[in-house]
């Protein structure tokens, strides 16, 4: 078995934990909404999200889709891999090396994709299909949401510019599903171990739902590691490097890590939206306003940056390759 050493790091204190993490309550007044969402996005890159009308059961039937596949024993779990690009992967993440105490599935967002590579997932195909499509569905709506918020908060003029990319039949918005069994081994006094290393997402926007097991940990604009409480019943939200450049650097993509440090298992969902491969990243026009506030990034497609981003290691910094000279 692949014993990490124990994580060394500076963790937030008491004091930085209580000031707590966004929370964007989605039933309020529009107006001051999107004015929270884009204060959220510039502090922390990262907010809880609550009051979504999701159905407790879109999120029940899929936790037990996975909970079902990740019992499995492992041969048969194998038959769904390597997850390169799509499909069951555990220990190595990515193809430059990067491992982590997980399992998972990975799979992309479109109903066609879905359909197909449930084939080699599930001894019901159509049912878990039908349950994975369902989710994507919701959540993608959510994403969408948020996007329309940020964009108004922010005063850009294409009201639906951002979400309309996620909407788009071709976008290439991205579910995995992490499976972080309990730790084996103890160690004395350090009982972590990472089950998925520091990194940021490279994609638009993340949305992120675990079961109640902690672990997730975002990295502060202070320099701390704050350990996030989990929230079954509800979705965290991370800012990707593609808004980070479509704000021109005003909102930063988050870096965070999941440690395992419990007796009990973790599991997350995540959608990760993304635009269509051949869509051309730049900041927005409101968010550029020469000779004084001059676009940091040079403009790239999704596919670029993807390439860039399966080219480097987990924790490196992508967007460095994209700054404007
Ligand atoms: C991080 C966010 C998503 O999980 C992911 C990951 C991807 C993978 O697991 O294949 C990457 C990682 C993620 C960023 C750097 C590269 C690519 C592993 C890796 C080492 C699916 C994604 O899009 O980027």
Redesign the pocket.
Known sequence: MVVPSPTSSKIASNKTKAMGIPTIDLSMERSQLSQTVVKACEEYGFFRVVNHNVPKEVIARLEEEGAEFFSKPSHEKRRAGP?S?FGY?FTN????G?MGDLEYL?LHANPLSIAQISKTIANDSTKFSTVVKEYVEVVKEVTCEILDLVVEGLGVADKSGLSRLIRDFDSDS?L?MNHYPPLKVKWKGNKNSIGFGA?S???ML?IMRSNDVGGLQIYTREGLWLPVPPDPTNFFVMVGDVLQVMTNGKFMSVRHRALTNTSEARMSM?Y?AAPPLDWWIAPLPEMVSPPENESVYKAFTWAQY?EA??S???G?S?LDLFRAQ
Do not use: C, E, M, S
């Open positions: 997850a690009p992967g993440i990515g193809p430059n990067d990975l991205v995995r990194h997402d490279p994609q993340t995540i990760f993807k981003t399966y480097l290691r987990l490196d992508r």
